[in-house]
């Protein structure tokens, strides 16, 4: 399955500056960050402990800090990268 195409990641990284996140690593200090090259999908559920599979998620795109590999989760939602969602005819 290929990755992220190019055009992806370089909007992914524009919307990642343009809301200010380019802090440094909160662990280590570093400042080099690699975007893992896909979208993680996160399960909700109402109770702990559940496993819900195909009920709702949080899609987000995900940095690895290059020194020591802390993973900072983005909400593609709050990032503003959601597909809008097509009105279905009744």
Known sequence: MP??????????IKKLVERKAI???P???????ILL?????????????AM???GQSVPTVVTACSQCGFLSQHALGALGMLPEEKESKQ
Not at 27 to 33: A, L, T
Not at 37 to 49: C, R, T
């Open 3 to 12: 990755g992220l195409s190019q055009e992806q990641k370089d909007n992914i």
């Open 23 to 25: 802090l440094p690593c």
């Open 27 to 33: 662990r280590c200090g570093n400042h080099n960050f």
């Open 37 to 49: 090259d896909g979208y993680f999908i996160q399960p909700m559920s109402a109770e702990i402990g």
């Open 52 to 54: 819900v599979l195909g």
